[in-house]
């Protein structure tokens, strides 16, 4: 019988227990063996769920680099800005890597962190879970079937949702472009590189607008405080986190998704209120220290001349992305859980559900399944050594972050960036693009 592929999860938080959790549904196939986790109740929660001994719990990727290679694989998940440090110190132990996106907030961290795995010769994916989803396997097969001819132009849309821009992007951990990154790059760039998957050729020409409209000191309420437990003016206020995370308690698998983020896996009401009288997710949203976007546009020029606009923003009630796909003989559109095509020809329209059975949704629940099915790919590939089911390795999730890069640079200088120029991002030394200073 084959031995599962063993895990060391680098980064105990929501990302690394969504992966982790492939090895609670198929310890046939997988098994947690290590872990690297510097907060004390999240490492000893995974422990205790996997049974892994405390001589193999780790504070740091540091202290589990110091040890032989105690795994088949590492899954890093921690904060961006420690992603280039963590593959140099995995990458030479021999792991196979699962490295959450982005790669890293800087082009130059990224290209080192390709150079590394490449140099040990490393079997290597980022998490780009979208292109893992069942929506993504259909429409790709129509799109390479040819349903709606030659491809022309597309529009892709991703909707924020108001509670999750605060939570996340205003008040979280990436709300400062210093701290994490661009929110391009930490939010969109898996609608970037889904988008060059879909299109499947290579992106020639970025332009970008946007900007931080809402979430700003100068868009303040009268009479509002600091903090939203005792503002006079919180009942009125949609982003306020009393009603986002204490109000409705409970209420749904969001909340407490949330609401366990905020108290560090302890979600009782007593410690959300804590929470928000003492920690960064009860501070009002116009009185944070963010500066990242909350709406954001960018035009893409692809080879033979296909165009592609993309639409970020904060102000929407869904989490839902939509898609239009317009192609010579056909169209597609699809809200990430029916395609629907139609034939200029036959004047036929044909829907295609993507949603998983009631009974696969339990299983793949994250990202549309997208989660489970990375983790099922790269399980294989590990085990196997066929990485033909791995679409996001390294030198593919480089292409995709170069062009968020010369997004983000045409929208701070308002330049169009030329992509198949030689040194097109070579020149872009703005923030957070130039990687490590």
Not at 53 to 58: D, N, R
Request: hydrophobic fraction near 40%.
């Amino acid at each position: 019988m084959t031995q599962p592929v063993t895990l060391a999860i680098i980064g105990a938080g929501k990302r690394g227990q969504a992966y982790a959790a492939y090895a609670a549904l198929h310890p046939e196939l997988a098994r947690v063996v290590a872990i690297a986790e510097p907060r004390q109740a999240l490492r000893e929660s995974m422990a205790r769920e996997f049974g892994v001994p405390a001589a193999a719990c780790f504070h740091s990727y540091e202290e589990l680099a110091r040890q032989p290679q105690l795994a088949a694989a590492a899954l890093i998940c921690t904060q961006d800005r420690s992603h280039r440090d963590a593959v140099e110190h995995i990458a030479p132990l021999g792991y196979a890597m699962l490295l959450e996106k982005p790669m890293a907030p800087g082009l130059a961290d990224c290209e080192a962190i390709v150079a590394c795995v490449k140099a040990h010769r490393s079997l290597f994916a980022v998490c780009h879970v979208l292109l893992y989803t069942e929506l993504t396997t259909q429409l790709t097969a129509l799109m390479r079937a040819g349903v709606i001819g030659e491809l022309v132009t597309v529009q892709h849309h991703e909707p924020v949702a108001w509670w999750h821009q605060a939570h996340s992007f205003v008040r979280g951990n990436w709300r400062n472009t210093a701290e994490s990154s661009c929110m391009l790059l930490a939010k969109s760039c898996h609608d970037i590189d889904w988008l060059r998957h879909i299109v499947g050729k290579r992106c020639l020409r970025v332009a970008s607008f946007g900007s931080l409209h809402h979430f700003k000191a100068s868009a303040c309420p009268p009479g509002a405080t600091a903090r939203c437990w005792d503002c006079p003016v919180e009942t009125q206020c949609p982003y306020s986190a009393k009603r986002i995370y204490h109000t409705h308690f409970g209420r749904d698998n969001v909340t407490d998704y949330i609401n366990d983020v905020i108290t560090a896996g302890i979600n009782t009401r007593d410690a959300v209120e804590q929470a928000l009288k003492t920690g960064p997710y009860g501070r009002c949203v116009y009185a944070c220290d963010n500066d990242v976007v909350d709406n954001q546009t960018v035009m893409l020029q692809y080879e033979d001349a296909v165009t592609a606009s993309f639409m970020m923003t904060a102000f929407t009630p869904t989490l839902q992305r939509t898609t239009r796909l317009c192609g010579t003989r056909g169209y597609i559109e699809t809200d990430f859980a029916k395609i629907k095509t139609f034939d200029f020809l036959t004047e036929t329209e044909s829907v295609h559900d993507t949603r998983l059975t009631a009974a696969s949704a339990t299983a793949a629940a994250g990202h549309g399944g997208g989660d489970y099915f990375l983790m099922k790919a790269f399980v294989h590939a590990v085990a196997t050594g066929d990485t033909s089911g791995l679409f996001s390795g390294p030198d593919a999730t480089l292409e995709s972050h170069r062009t968020v890069f010369a997004a983000e640079h045409s929208r701070l200088t308002g330049t169009m960036v030329d992509l198949a120029a030689p040194a097109a991002t070579a020149s872009m030394p703005i923030g957070s693009l130039t990687g490590r200073q």
